[in-house]
């Protein structure tokens, strides 16, 4: 028996290295999938691979109907939504702040933080009805990074959106903790995904030598691979950990404990 057997799982950026894993990990534990995606062809591919009862609607996470229309389709074909990974994101480009061009600076911004809000603005009102109903809440897993828990150089905009992330998860956790929400960030550091291949193309240089230099303030001295971040997505949703909210999980291989 998995952990989300019968669940209902929202999961947005489906199509990308966390997104997908996530689908995967969610599948392997019983759940029923609504995915969002960009990509039409991409979010049909992937639920063609998944074990699962499987939704699919794609969209660009910065417009509001999308989150809205995606809480809809979870309760059309599924009856309620259980867990929300708001997962959709982009990464800025690798240079110091004069540099970053204002219209991909408030791009970012638009998908990175007020995605997350979008989503969160109509998941919450959801899962707080079931709540009511059935005395059964949902949990909410944002996805931050550890660059929203520190500063983060020649990543700033991306930086500050993911402290956006990271606010609106504590100050949601706080305000819902007594009508069966549960709401946490996850804070992956570098991870073995299409943001980390494309930095060690940029750079120019052999793979490991580029990687080295991507990690060289990581105790670990190592990037996390996708099946570490998602082991703890699944936890920071299990309803058996009942008691976690407002927390932002830092999974940075020790850059946190420096």
Same mark, same amino acid.
């Given at each position: 028996?998995?952990? $989300?057997?019968?669940?209902? +799982?929202?999961?947005?950026?489906?199509?990308?290295?966390?997104?997908?894993?996530?689908?995967?990990?969610?599948?392997?534990?019983?759940?029923?999938?609504? =995915?969002?995606?960009?990509?039409?062809?991409?979010?049909?591919?992937?639920?063609?691979?998944?074990?699962? &009862?499987?939704?699919?609607?794609?969209?660009?996470?910065?417009?509001?109907?999308?989150?809205?229309?995606?809480?809809?389709?979870?309760?059309?074909?599924?009856?309620? =939504?259980?867990?929300?990974? #708001? #997962?959709?994101?982009?990464?800025?480009?690798? +240079?110091? =702040?004069?540099?970053?061009?204002?219209?991909?600076?408030?791009?970012?911004?638009?998908?990175?933080?007020?995605?997350?809000?979008?989503?969160?603005?109509?998941?919450?009102?959801?899962?707080?009805?079931? $709540?009511?109903?059935?005395?059964?809440?949902?949990?909410?897993? #944002?996805?931050?990074?550890?660059?929203?828990?520190?500063?983060?150089?020649?990543?700033?905009?991306?930086?500050?959106?993911?402290?956006?992330? +990271?606010?609106?998860?504590?100050?949601?956790?706080?305000?819902?903790?007594?009508?069966?929400?549960?709401? #946490?960030?996850?804070?992956?550091?570098?991870?073995?995904?299409?943001?980390?291949?494309?930095?060690?193309?940029?750079?120019?240089?052999?793979?490991?030598?580029?990687?080295?230099?991507?990690?060289?303030?990581?105790?670990?001295?190592?990037?996390? &691979?996708?099946?570490?971040?998602?082991?703890?997505?699944?936890?920071?949703?299990?309803?058996?950990?009942?008691?976690?909210?407002?927390?932002?999980?830092?999974?940075?291989?020790?850059?946190?404990?420096?």
């Amino acid at each position: 028996m998995g952990r $989300f057997d019968g669940a209902t +799982v929202l999961i947005t950026g489906a199509t990308g290295g966390l997104g997908r894993g996530a689908a995967k990990g969610f599948a392997a534990e019983g759940a029923r999938l609504v =995915l969002s995606d960009i990509d039409e062809r991409a979010l049909a591919d992937l639920a063609a691979t998944l074990q699962a &009862e499987t939704a699919t609607l794609a969209g660009d996470i910065a417009d509001e109907k999308l989150s809205e229309d995606l809480v809809g389709l979870a309760v059309g074909k599924f009856g309620r =939504l259980d867990v929300a990974v #708001n #997962n959709a994101g982009i990464v800025q480009s690798f +240079v110091r =702040l004069p540099q970053v061009p204002s219209d991909e600076a408030r791009r970012v911004l638009e998908i990175d933080l007020l995605g997350v809000f979008y989503a969160m603005k109509h998941q919450i009102p959801q899962m707080e009805r079931q $709540f009511r109903s059935t005395a059964k809440g949902g949990a909410i897993v #944002n996805i931050a990074s550890a660059a929203g828990l520190s500063g983060a150089p020649k990543l700033s905009i991306y930086a500050a959106a993911k402290h956006g992330v +990271v606010g609106l998860t504590r100050s949601a956790a706080i305000e819902y903790a007594s009508k069966g929400l549960r709401i #946490n960030a996850v804070c992956p550091a570098h991870t073995r995904t299409a943001m980390v291949d494309g930095f060690v193309r940029i750079s120019g240089a052999p793979e490991a030598e580029a990687l080295a230099e991507l990690t060289r303030g990581v105790p670990m001295r190592r990037v996390a &691979e996708v099946d570490e971040i998602i082991t703890a997505i699944l936890f920071a949703a299990d309803p058996a950990n009942s008691f976690m909210t407002g927390h932002a999980l830092a999974v940075d291989g020790g850059v946190g404990a420096i």
